[in-house]
């Protein structure tokens, strides 16, 4: 994956027309890099980095991977930073999907949070930046951006990267060790789902609001997006689930109160407010109350406030509350807002994750990738040793084989060594290509490519990253992209190259059933006895678990059916095991053979 310079004429063109519409300055408007912005770009500001050419923070002078800026508002100072966190070097996609801070990106940023630290005013702090915290890596101290996030108790810390793809509920808690706290808010993008995000911070408290775009017409005009959707942003109180920080909770304040936006071309005549038990009972309301209109602006944002009556709330056995916001035209038709479940108590409710987001926001997925790559290559190297250890230190003492051998351990056991004995000695060459390629893979380079451009030296890719030689005269660049080769890493692992070996095991499995089943088969025994019986049809000797594996072993050789590595593997199966005759056409071709000297011929 690479760039294209018509995208960012297309952009630039984008974010001309959105700081026309919008008729505020341009210095106002932040655009922070992502990874895509960062493909193929081997230095910052070369003729690849088309960012430094067509962003809004190109064009106004802004140097350095932080910014900010610092709005007032009576006795609030709110404080906004952008962190860009796209690696130094960048690699071509799919090895270009992590964030890599540097010791000293986060040294500016605890500058630029600390800036407003010695002054008396009341300062709220919200960090956006491209990746999330769980797609960022440590730098090479071991530093990461949440312990300054905490450290300096800033709200909220707003990001996008994942594109709704792994859900939408993509928001999360942050509790730190030391009983510091933030919100981390994952916003969705607005080239495939058109989702735009409004964010409103009423007296130091964060609340937003995602608009669902998708499918609307095309507007000409930000006024038609307005005259398109009617929408209400309830700024107060917080939604309990992802707006509300521990210990927080209503107390006859100022922050007693219901607050929202309504945002509407039409004119307003009124608005209340209607309170929920938890669960919703829509039947049934809590409480209805009117809202008093504080001011309207020249696009028609209405701003509507009540104080919150507490009597209602204190003291019951529930402490979960749902809150609507309905606003009236001059025509009496209704805006109505999303349900907004708010607690009495201070308490977070849990916001309930599906796997994949859960996955996504809830680990640190840097700290998976050497857990799960060892975890591979010892169960691979497990495959080829476990079975050659169990024969050498268990069954050559004193185990032998054949049915004129007394047995000293039970037939099931007997029979279950007999099929690890034959895995471990029937499978040499295999085995010897397997262990190849298991130390080449856990040890030397997996391929070569171009990780830039035409004009740059080839790259190669292992486990532990990238190398390139000669890039902008540094020498030997190595270990780029780490965490991010484990997209490559990881599913080629876990399910191309461990399926495959648990087929080639269990293609040698069956086929030592089969051999104790036919020397065990005592209807065989009395054919072999008496030349006038026919053959009878067996379903063990016919072989069906066998073509199953095949089938299976099929599916997955076609997953990889252009990396060269394996074609010796995919000819060693299939004249292995697809063309060799079966035991039973065996038995029945050569009838001066018994099934206990084919038993032992197999093995």
Excluded at 252 to 273: C, I
Excluded at 277 to 298: G, K
Excluded at 446 to 460: H, K, N, Q, R, V
């Amino acid at each position: 994956m690479r760039q294209d310079e018509s995208e960012w004429l297309e952009y630039k063109d984008a974010l001309d027309w959105v700081v026309s519409q919008s008729g505020l300055p341009m210095q106002i408007f932040f655009d922070v890099r992502g990874n895509h912005d960062k493909f193929g770009v081997p230095e910052i500001g070369g003729h690849l980095d088309y960012y430094a050419k067509y962003s809004i923070t190109a064009r106004q002078n802004r140097s350095g991977p932080v910014h900010s800026i610092t709005l007032q508002n009576g006795d609030w100072k709110h404080l906004f930073v952008g962190i860009d966190l796209s690696m130094e070097i960048g690699l071509r996609g799919p090895c270009n999907v992590f964030g890599h801070p540097s010791d000293q990106t986060l040294d500016l940023l605890n500058k630029e949070l600390s800036k407003w630290d010695n002054n008396n005013q009341k300062v709220t702090k919200i960090v956006f930046g491209h990746f999330p915290t769980s797609f960022i890596a440590g730098t090479e101290d071991g530093k990461r951006p949440e312990e300054l996030f905490g450290r300096h108790n800033i709200l909220a810390y707003i990001c996008g990267h994942l594109h709704y793809q792994f859900g939408k509920k993509l928001f999360k808690y942050h509790m730190l060790n030391d009983g510091k706290e933030f919100w981390e808010w994952e916003l969705g993008d607005w080239k495939e789902n058109r989702v735009a995000r409004i964010l409103a911070i009423d007296n130091g408290h964060a609340s937003f609001l995602d608009l669902d775009l998708l499918g609307m017409k095309e507007l000409d005009t930000g006024h038609e997006l307005l005259e398109s959707k009617d929408f209400i942003l309830i700024t107060y109180p917080l939604d309990a689930q992802k707006m509300q920080r521990q210990g927080y909770a209503l107390n006859g304040s100022v922050n007693d109160f219901v607050r929202a936006l309504v945002f509407t071309q039409r004119e307003v005549t009124s608005a209340k407010a209607v309170v929920y038990d938890f669960p919703c009972c829509p039947e049934n309301p809590s409480e209805e109350f009117m809202l008093e209109q504080l001011s309207v602006d020249v696009d028609n944002t209405y701003y509507f406030a009540a104080p919150l009556n507490l009597s209602g709330y204190y003291g019951t056995s529930r402490n979960r509350f749902l809150l609507k916001v309905v606003a009236f035209d001059s025509s009496g038709k209704q805006i109505e807002s999303d349900l907004r479940l708010f607690s009495s108590d201070g308490c977070i409710e849990k916001l309930r994750w599906s796997w994949s987001e859960y996955f996504c926001m809830d680990f640190v997925l840097e700290a998976l990738y050497p857990l799960f790559l060892r975890a591979a290559f010892f169960m691979l190297l497990g495959f080829l040793i476990a079975p050659k250890l169990y024969v050498f230190f268990v069954l050559k003492k004193g185990l032998t084989f054949g049915p004129s051998q007394k047995k000293k351990s039970p037939s099931t056991w007997n029979d279950i060594n007999e099929v690890i004995a034959y895995i471990e000695n029937a499978s040499t060459t295999t085995w010897l290509m397997e262990l190849i390629l298991v130390l080449y893979l856990m040890f030397m380079p997996w391929f070569w490519g171009s990780i830039f451009g035409d004009s740059y030296p080839l790259g190669s890719m292992s486990v532990r990253g990238w190398s390139v030689n000669n890039l902008s005269s540094l020498g030997l660049k190595q270990g780029l992209g780490v965490p991010d080769v484990m997209v490559i890493v990881l599913p080629f692992l876990y399910h191309i190259l461990l399926p495959l070996f648990v087929f080639i095991y269990a293609l040698h499995a069956e086929r030592a059933f089969v051999c104790i089943h036919m020397r065990n088969d005592k209807h065989r025994k009395s054919m072999e006895a008496d030349k006038s019986v026919e053959p009878y049809s067996c379903k063990v000797c016919a072989r069906w678990s066998r073509k199953a594996l095949l089938f299976i072993c099929l599916g997955v050789l076609c997953l990889h059916a252009q990396v060269d590595t394996f074609v010796a593997i995919v000819i060693i199966i299939f004249h292995r095991y697809l063309f060799f005759p079966s035991e039973c056409l065996l038995f029945r071709r050569s009838s001066k053979m018994s099934p206990q000297q084919l038993v032992c011929n197999e093995f």
